[in-house]
């Protein structure tokens, strides 16, 4: 897998099973308010459903940077245990951010949209490990439960950051 993301701007992931190999690669495609999956060369427009949901996933790593909540319109707020941050940005949902002792950012709760558009689902963000590039550190692995269950588990083999 291959992920570039512009938080809050556009993010372009592609897939592909490893028995197949990258020219079988699945792409997801999200640019602002738009959204599409490319199989096979041929693009189609993602489902609204889909496209919300998405949305609401990839706007984590802008709210990872947390300079992002001093964008316009942005905002923040001590939440109820010392070790956690409310967030609010006008491009992603409302969410609690939570910190470690070294105060390094541990884990992230939100409610986004479901893939399939039928609810809101809770979602659990967990971040350890860590990995640097340019001045910026990061999580090496991120890990997704939906309602509790287990969703998503992405490991970074490598990272950089681009300007």
Known sequence: M????????????????TSEGPTHKRS????????????????????????????AQYAIYGLMRL???QDKDASWAPGFLPD?????????PETILGFDTDARLAWATNRIPAVNGSAIVDQRFEFSGEMEN????????LTIAEGGEPYFDLRLK????QS
Do not use: C, Y
């Open 28 to 55: 997801l495609i999200v640019e602002g308010e738009q959204g599409w999956i490319e199989r096979n060369g041929q693009r189609k427009p993602m489902p609204a459903a889909m496209l919300a949901h998405e949305r």
């Open 158 to 161: 490598s990272f950089a950051v």
């Open 134 to 141: 340019g001045g910026v550190r990061w999580p090496q692995r």
């Open 67 to 69: 300079v992002s909540l």
């Open 2 to 17: 291959v992920t570039h993301v512009e938080p809050f701007v556009r993010a372009r992931s592609d897939s592909w099973l």
């Open 84 to 92: 956690r941050l409310i967030a609010r940005h006008p491009l992603a």
